[in-house]
């Protein structure tokens, strides 16, 4: 058995734009041995984050191999979410270790299957330095993302023909820089971004809403991207908007910015990293569309912001629970045995959870009122001043 001093630590990711955060974490990983990188390609940037890369994998390498944490970098030379796993294997490391939001599943799996020691960091700044994220330091003001709470598929017209209903999303900040095909809307952010260039404009809310949604949607588009998307990226605070049967957009919208909801909200939202979509997944090859299974959709989002606005996590956390499911009545595909085992996994901690957009993989959304282990935090926008 090698001695602290002499075990091989792994960690992978790609260091984009590195930060104290970064230095941070390795710091703390240099802690149980020798640290060895596997950076993340240009390619792979370009795969999971949907852009180029802000450093390229050379310059990346050279600034994490002059850091004295570091004993060594090796440029990953497989792609996607599993891009290490070629340097994993040639490097047999003792441990394998992450932060939170790099955490998943699949890579804990990888660990036990090839003997390796598996360990979660949590994300904590340096003394008093803030916390830093790639995402953060490449605006000023850089582009939310937003998670669907209750409601989701209401948007489409071949839903809400069956009953009308609403649905429900906050706008987030971007804290991480959340996976392509991951169901946070990351095709609609690219289009907010090629439209805007990074942040948003200070003008009214629902005006920008309308302007994404037509931009992302160009006239013959054959498969619309819902209107929740473009109003959960740039209306701040937690967003219920009522759809007519058979409309993409919405006949009203409600909006809490109260700051005791959103901060109540908050504390009890927590994500886990699955994996992307896998490529040409289709939701829609089995579904069960009917007026019973919509209606116990729009009657759970209508429980979900009743239990948000009088905070009641048991009232909250069924809407929540009960909307999950009707999802899935209508869209089995979304669950696979894989997604099944890790949400029974938290069921003892967690009161409700979801899978973030279409299903198939993205990101776990639970609600508890207990810190979930190995799952990240995100934040919920607040309102903003406009023009």
Known sequence: ???????????????????????????????????????????????????????????????????????????NKGSGFLDFLGTLKALKPDVFIVNEDGHSPEKESLCKEHGIEYKVLKRIPYANLPVRSTTALRAV???????????????????????????????????????????????????????????????????????????????????????????????????????????????????????????????????????????????????????????KLTEAADLTWEGLNEKNITKFSKGFRDSFNAQIRMFPKMMNPEIEKIIEKYKKNALAWKLSGAGGGGYLIFISEKSLPECFRIKIRMKESWL
């Open 1 to 75: 058995m090698r001695s602290i001093k002499n075990k091989k630590i792994f960690v992978s990711g790609c260091f984009d734009m590195l930060h104290s955060g970064h230095v941070a974490f390795l710091k703390e990983a240099a802690e149980y041995g020798d640290v060895y990188i596997g950076l993340g390609s240009d390619k792979t940037i370009r795969e999971l984050k949907g852009r180029e890369p802000i450093n390229s994998q050379d310059e990346r390498a050279y600034m994490l191999g002059a850091l004295s944490c570091v004993k060594s970098v090796i440029i």
């Open 141 to 295: 003001k850089p582009m939310p993302y937003r998670i669907d709470l209750a409601g989701t598929w209401i948007d489409q017209p071949y839903v809400s023909k069956y009953y009308p209903g609403s649905a429900i999303t906050a706008s987030i900040e971007p804290t991480i820089e959340f996976n392509e095909r991951s169901g946070m809307a990351t095709s609609t952010r690219k289009k907010a971004i090629e439209l805007w260039n990074d942040h948003l404009p200070l003008e009214k809310p629902e005006k920008l809403a309308k302007t994404l949604f037509r931009y992302d949607n160009d006239p013959g588009t054959k498969e619309v991207s819902g209107s929740q998307d473009s109003i959960g990226i740039t209306m701040p605070g937690i967003n219920k908007f009522h759809y007519e049967k058979e409309k993409y957009w919405p006949s009203h919208i409600d909006t809490i910015t109260d700051p005791s909801i959103i901060k109540w909200l908050d504390d009890r939202l927590f994500m886990l990293t699955l994996w992307p979509r896998p490529v040409g997944f289709n939701v829609l090859s089995e579904t069960y569309i009917n007026t019973e299974n919509v209606r």
